[in-house]
């Protein structure tokens, strides 16, 4: 509760009359000394020393000074009130009210110690004291809106009907004809029950303020939900012969919907996304919707396409309806089209990260490394917080044989990253994966190590880590570890029981080798590829079978593999 109101203006001539004898004396302090030319000198130093104690934060001093005011002037309203605003502080409630009331008895008029009265009440739970307070304020001031609603919000609470309404009533005449009356009268009724009266007001409201669209379309609602449904169409279209307002459009193809008559739910649905009066979120969602469900059923792409056409239109500097429009393309495989729009609607809002983020994997999508590098850097200055962007950043320089750039950028997103061991263990791996592409193999080993480490499922990094290790023919135990790791976390994974067969060839167990090659070549298929085949001819060859060697060799020539170095194999050199 508000516990803080203006010091009524009385006060401040007090605290004057000590400072300047030219202020008139009130509160019932007017009685004098003799010779001190009609002033109590006594009152008002004892009031001087309370403003004084109040000032310096003393209430206990502030107190015994107010109390020496009513030894000289115990029927000083404005005394009793600054009481009641101490004891309140205080937290002595009982005390405070009888104060107030003291305050009130000696100044009925007085407006802000009739608050005090229902603020103390309301506190203490005396609720018909606070009534009684807040009904006087309501009828001598009724221009005084707080009060009047702590009135209200009481009888609410206390399931006075009827004198909430009052209460109402009295707020219209003072403040004049507004929508509000009526859709506090709806709440009221709503509140206890009685639907029909609630639906009464509605009505009223809509003839009396026939462009407040809600009245109707909250009374539709309410038929809807009785199952009143020609009633609830007759308030709609009544209402849109009125007004033809887009909100109105959107909550009849509802009720279409509900019908089920979809052809004409969405003919209304276009009218309402030409209209400005719908909010753009609100059209946003349902075009999402569209877009969600043309997943599904293909008959609805063209609808989709066609609301996404209609926000453009009505909202050409948003970036909403582009991104619709980027997810329409990207469905229909038209991933340049959808980047377009995306950048389209970058350039109408940048202020979106995951706007972004659907921009670079696009462009990761097709490949277009520079444009990859070209967002992710713009987003990266205005998110530069994010690690996300500067590790887009160090994938493209990558592809385009910028390893020194690459490196930065994804050292500058491991440092941005915090507590995402996933992400960090990715970054890390493409790190390890930079340093191996150039020779830097103890370096790499080390950044797969710090992968593994944030984050031991890695599967990339697992199986990358073994192959290179085994290529190499060092770490051979540790290699064998991950691969066999990275086939336990991916059974059935072709690329990765290939690993695990040559960590195994090379570590000396052709016998197991053999085993998980021909489980690659079955998981490969009818076509497996050229260097699973290479690796089943050495795993052979090594087992002292030579015709099955060269058999698979032969496929792997056969498959596409690099001639010179497998004849070399066949021909035994």
Same mark, same amino acid.
């Given at each position: 509760?508000?516990?803080?109101?203006?010091?009524?203006?009385?006060?401040?001539?007090?605290?004057?009359?000590?400072?300047?004898?030219?202020?008139?004396?009130?509160?019932?302090?007017?009685?004098?000394?003799?010779?001190?030319?009609?002033?109590?000198?006594?009152?008002?130093?004892?009031?001087?020393?309370?403003?004084?104690?109040?000032?310096?934060?003393?209430?206990?001093?502030?107190?015994?000074?107010?109390?020496?005011?009513?030894?000289?002037?115990?029927?000083?309203?404005?005394?009793?009130?600054?009481?009641?605003?101490?004891?309140?502080?205080?937290?002595?409630?009982?005390?405070?009210?009888?104060?107030?009331?003291?305050?009130?008895?000696?100044?009925?008029?007085?407006?802000?110690?009739?608050?005090?009265?229902?603020?103390?009440?309301?506190?203490?739970?005396?609720?018909?004291?606070?009534?009684?307070?807040?009904?006087?304020?309501?009828?001598?001031?009724?221009?005084?809106?707080?009060?009047?609603?702590?009135?209200?919000?009481?009888?609410?609470?206390?399931?006075?009907?009827?004198?909430?309404?009052?209460?109402?009533?009295?707020?219209?005449?003072?403040?004049?004809?507004?929508?509000?009356?009526?859709?506090?009268?709806?709440?009221?009724?709503?509140?206890?029950?009685?639907?029909?009266?609630?639906?009464?007001?509605?009505?009223?409201?809509?003839?009396?303020?026939?462009?407040?669209?809600?009245?109707?379309?909250?009374?539709?609602?309410?038929?809807?939900?009785?199952?009143?449904?020609?009633?609830?169409?007759?308030?709609?279209?009544?209402?849109?012969?009125?007004?033809?307002?887009?909100?109105?459009?959107?909550?009849?193809?509802?009720?279409?919907?509900?019908?089920?008559?979809?052809?004409?739910?969405?003919?209304?649905?276009?009218?309402?996304?030409?209209?400005?009066?719908?909010?753009?979120?609100?059209?946003?969602?349902?075009?999402?919707?569209?877009?969600?469900?043309?997943?599904?059923?293909?008959?609805?792409?063209?609808?989709?396409?066609?609301?996404?056409?209609?926000?453009?239109?009505?909202?050409?500097?948003?970036?909403?309806?582009?991104?619709?429009?980027?997810?329409?393309?990207?469905?229909?495989?038209?991933?340049?089209?959808?980047?377009?729009?995306?950048?389209?609607?970058?350039?109408?809002?940048?202020?979106?990260?995951?706007?972004?983020?659907?921009?670079? &994997? +696009? $462009?990761? @999508?097709?490949?277009?490394?520079?444009?990859? *590098? !070209?967002?992710? #850097?713009? /987003?990266? =200055?205005?998110? %530069?917080?994010?690690?996300?962007?500067?590790?887009?950043?160090?994938?493209?320089?990558?592809?385009?044989?910028?390893?020194?750039?690459?490196?930065?950028?994804?050292?500058?997103?491991?440092?941005?990253?915090?507590?995402?061991?996933?992400?960090?263990?990715?970054?890390?791996?493409?790190?390890? &994966? +930079? $340093?191996? @592409?150039?020779?830097?193999?103890?370096?790499? *080993? !080390?950044?797969? #190590?710090? /992968?593994? =480490?944030?984050? %031991?499922?890695?599967?990339?990094?697992?199986?990358?880590?073994?192959?290179?290790?085994?290529?190499?023919?060092?770490?051979?135990?540790?290699?064998?570890?991950?691969?066999?790791?990275?086939?336990?976390?991916?059974?059935?994974?072709?690329?990765?029981?290939?690993?695990?067969?040559?960590?195994?060839?090379?570590?000396? @167990?052709?016998?197991?080798?053999?085993?998980?090659?021909?489980?690659?070549?079955?998981?490969?298929?009818?076509? %497996?590829?050229?260097?699973?085949?290479?690796?089943?001819?050495?795993?052979?060859?090594?087992?002292?079978?030579?015709?099955?060697?060269?058999?698979?060799?032969?496929?792997?020539?056969?498959?596409?593999?690099?001639?010179?170095?497998?004849?070399?194999?066949?021909?035994?050199?």
């Amino acid at each position: 509760m508000n516990n803080k109101h203006p010091i009524p203006v009385l006060i401040g001539c007090l605290i004057l009359t000590v400072l300047s004898p030219g202020c008139a004396m009130m509160g019932g302090a007017g009685k004098s000394d003799a010779g001190d030319g009609g002033v109590n000198s006594a009152f008002h130093g004892a009031y001087y020393r309370a403003q004084v104690a109040k000032i310096k934060g003393n209430d206990e001093g502030a107190k015994e000074a107010l109390l020496s005011c009513l030894d000289s002037d115990p029927e000083s309203a404005v005394i009793h009130f600054e009481l009641a605003r101490l004891e309140r502080s205080a937290g002595q409630w009982s005390a405070a009210l009888a104060a107030a009331e003291q305050a009130v008895l000696f100044d009925q008029d007085n407006p802000w110690y009739r608050r005090e009265v229902a603020e103390i009440g309301i506190e203490l739970g005396d609720l018909d004291k606070a009534d009684a307070a807040l009904e006087w304020l309501l009828n001598n001031k009724p221009e005084d809106d707080i009060a009047a609603q702590m009135l209200l919000d009481l009888r609410i609470a206390q399931g006075d009907l009827r004198g909430a309404l009052d209460v109402v009533d009295v707020l219209e005449r003072e403040w004049g004809p507004d929508p509000e009356w009526d859709f506090e009268r709806h709440r009221l009724h709503m509140s206890v029950g009685d639907i029909e009266a609630g639906l009464e007001d509605l009505q009223r409201l809509q003839q009396d303020f026939p462009d407040v669209v809600e009245a109707p379309i909250q009374r539709a609602r309410i038929l809807q939900s009785m199952q009143r449904e020609q009633e609830a169409e007759a308030v709609i279209s009544e209402a849109l012969n009125r007004n033809n307002n887009g909100r109105l459009h959107l909550e009849w193809a509802s009720l279409l919907t509900q019908r089920g008559d979809t052809d004409g739910a969405r003919t209304h649905v276009r009218l309402a996304f030409a209209s400005n009066e719908v909010p753009l979120a609100e059209k946003v969602n349902i075009a999402w919707s569209y877009v969600e469900l043309a997943e599904i059923q293909q008959e609805l792409q063209e609808e989709a396409r066609g609301l996404a056409a209609l926000l453009m239109e009505a909202h050409p500097d948003a970036a909403e309806p582009y991104e619709i429009q980027a997810a329409l393309l990207s469905a229909s495989g038209d991933a340049s089209g959808a980047l377009e729009a995306l950048e389209t609607a970058l350039d109408f809002n940048p202020n979106s990260p995951e706007r972004w983020l659907d921009a670079c &994997q +696009l $462009a990761i @999508d097709m490949k277009l490394w520079r444009n990859v *590098d !070209a967002l992710s #850097e713009r /987003a990266a =200055t205005l998110f %530069p917080n994010l690690p996300v962007f500067p590790y887009f950043r160090g994938i493209a320089k990558i592809e385009v044989g910028d390893n020194r750039g690459a490196e930065r950028q994804l050292k500058m997103a491991r440092n941005l990253i915090v507590d995402r061991p996933s992400f960090e263990s990715d970054v890390l791996t493409s790190l390890a &994966q +930079l $340093a191996h @592409d150039v020779g830097q193999h103890a370096e790499s *080993d !080390a950044w797969y #190590e710090q /992968a593994l =480490t944030a984050n %031991p499922q890695n599967i990339l990094a697992l199986n990358n880590y073994a192959y290179y290790l085994a290529v190499r023919a060092e770490k051979l135990e540790r290699a064998v570890e991950c691969a066999a790791r990275a086939v336990e976390l991916s059974p059935g994974n072709a690329n990765f029981e290939d690993t695990y067969a040559w960590v195994l060839h090379r570590s000396g @167990d052709h016998e197991g080798a053999l085993t998980w090659i021909e489980l690659a070549l079955f998981h490969e298929g009818d076509l %497996p590829s050229a260097n699973v085949l290479e690796h089943a001819g050495d795993i052979l060859s090594a087992m002292g079978k030579v015709v099955e060697a060269q058999n698979r060799w032969q496929e792997a020539l056969s498959a596409g593999g690099d001639p010179v170095r497998i004849q070399s194999k066949m021909a035994g050199e």
